[in-house]
T-cell receptor, first 113, second 113 residues
Framework: EAGVTQFPSHSVIEKGQTVTLRCDPISGHDNLYWYRRVMGKEIKFLLHFVKESKQDESGMPNNRFLAERTGGTYSTLKVQPAELEDSGVYFC???????????FGQGTRLTVV | GNSVTQMEGPVTLSEEAFLTINCTYTATGYPSLFWYVQYPGEGLQLLLKATKADDKGSNKGFEATYRKETTSFHLEKGSVQVSDSAVYFCALRTLEYGNKLVFGAGTILRVKS
């Protein structure tokens, strides 16, 4: 069974540009989460999808971040325009039900220069 | 609110040494507690968990006991190996907080041969 897959693994962009991160969850997992680790600090929750609906987006830092989950399958996280402080590692996780173990992807390392 | 504090690293040990990584938490409600590990180049993996007070989670020689009286969940291993070199994250989850994972800042462990 394939695990959670994230694309790209690394991205380096200039301040002001747009970047789109993608997450493919484990097949059949309705719950999809995005987390972020900035500057070696704690990993912080960004948002939670149940199928295609946003269940909780309380961790989204500002309106430069837009997450979508088309058809309840893969999800994208777009940052537009990117700022220096957006640099970090973005993790995606999925679970079959909300209280079950969440399986994480390898993360996307975003560097904004 | 919910928070996790874990000891700063990096922790550098010789092979076969005893490992302790301290983790304390603050939570509303009754948290489940977790240790995640990120090996170089890989994603986050669940290492062990405990869901109620006095439970002991264990896996791959690692152990942690849920101590409600001291709000702690310290990670221990009796004899570390070079292959244990990784970043270790303590985390918690509560129903009252929507079952989102709340992580500590991570502790880098380096094991020398």
């Amino acid at each position: 069974e394939a695990g959670v897959t994230q694309f790209p693994s690394h991205s380096v962009i200039e301040k002001g540009q747009t970047v789109t991160l993608r997450c493919d969850p484990i097949s059949g997992h309705d719950n999809l989460y995005w987390y972020r680790r900035v500057m070696g600090k704690e990993i912080k929750f960004l948002l939670h999808f149940v199928k295609e609906s946003k269940q909780d987006e309380s961790g989204m830092p500002n309106n430069r971040f837009l997450a979508e989950r088309t058809g309840g399958t893969y999800s994208t996280l777009k940052v537009q325009p990117a700022e220096l402080e957006d640099s970090g590692v973005y993790f995606c996780a999925s679970s079959q039900v909300r209280v079950a173990e969440a399986f994480f992807g390898q993360g996307t390392r975003l560097t904004v220069v | 609110g919910n928070s996790v504090t874990q000891m700063e690293g990096p922790v550098t040990l010789s092979e076969e040494a005893f490992l302790t990584i301290n983790c304390t938490y603050t939570a509303t409600g009754y948290p489940s507690l977790f240790w995640y590990v990120q090996y170089p180049g890989e994603g986050l993996q669940l290492l062990l968990k405990a869901t109620k007070a006095d439970d002991k989670g264990s896996n791959k020689g690692f152990e942690a006991t849920y101590r409600k009286e001291t709000t702690s969940f310290h990670l221990e291993k009796g004899s570390v190996q070079v292959s244990d070199s990784a970043v270790y994250f303590c985390a918690l989850r509560t129903l009252e907080y929507g079952n989102k994972l709340v992580f500590g800042a991570g502790t880098i462990l380096r094991v020398k041969s």
